[in-house]
T-cell receptor
Framework: EADIYQTPRYLVIGTGKKITLECSQT?????MYWYQQDPGMELHLIHY???????EKGDLSSESTVSRIRTEHFPLTLESARPSHTSQYLC?????????????FGSGTQLSVL | KNQVEQSPQSLIILEGKNCTLQ??????????LRWYKQDTGRGPVSLTI?????NTKSNGRYTATLDADTKQSSLHITASQLSDSASYIC?????????????FGRGTQLTVWP
């Protein structure tokens, strides 16, 4: 059982609102990731971090931003939510030093923007 | 273009029966191939990780095979249970032991009926 937590599990908000999706892990992993997943589709990497104060954009263009001030915390922020942001957002972490390092996922946040 | 294709897209079987899910990839260079199980509304959970030199790996009733020459993998589920109902995702990495770029398949949605 992975020790990576996402809140909230579900979020329904109106267009134009600012939101922050929380992600925390207690495994001391240096790498953390945010993925976006639509029903029946593959996961797309939107942001990743290799350590504190390190953040990079992923493959999928995203209007969200992330921060990594503490090892265990990797929040994702949408300044102005739109209906096109409706999706499931999955946070993950991994440890660099592990051989064939395993990716641990949180339970996800299902975001609906009306 | 690096891709991961899974088949079938969905599958329904009766409890107690066996099934095999397929994954074909064109990712190059190849580092490792992973199978994940994703329950509805949850994050993916790792089942197996196989490198170039491994032909088969088991995790309980799950057995994954890899043919790196033909770039094919399969996941065999033995004596299926209702709890096996989930999406099974094939993921291919293109780097060494450190987690490189990951290519995700769209998953096979398995439903096990009593």
């Amino acid at each position: 059982e992975a020790d990576i937590y996402q809140t909230p599990r579900y979020l329904v908000i109106g267009t134009g609102k600012k939101i922050t999706l929380e992600c925390s892990q207690t495994m001391g992993h240096d790498k953390m990731y945010w993925y976006q997943q639509d029903p029946g589709m593959e996961l797309h990497l939107i942001h990743y971090s290799y350590g504190v104060n390190s953040t990079e954009k992923g493959d999928l263009s995203s209007e969200s931003t992330v921060s990594r001030i503490r090892t265990e915390h990797f929040p994702l922020t949408l300044e102005s939510a739109r209906p096109s942001h409706t999706s499931q957002y999955l946070c993950a972490s991994s440890e660099t030093r592990a051989t064939n390092e395993k990716l641990f996922f949180g339970s996800g946040t299902q975001l609906s923007v009306l | 273009k690096n891709q991961v294709e899974q088949s079938p897209q969905s599958l329904i079987i009766l409890e107690g029966k066996n099934c095999t899910l397929q994954c074909n990839y064109t990712v190059s260079p190849f580092s490792n191939l992973r199978w994940y199980k994703q329950d509805t509304g949850r994050g993916p959970v790792s089942l197996t990780i196989m490198t170039f030199s491994e032909n088969t790996k088991s995790n309980g009733r799950y057995t994954a095979t890899l043919d790196a020459d033909t770039k094919q993998s399969s996941l065999h589920i033995t004596a299926s249970q209702l709890s096996d109902s989930a999406s099974y995702i094939c993921v291919v990495s293109d780097r060494g032991s450190t987690l490189g770029r990951l290519y995700f398949g769209r998953g096979t949605q398995l439903t096990v009926w009593p």
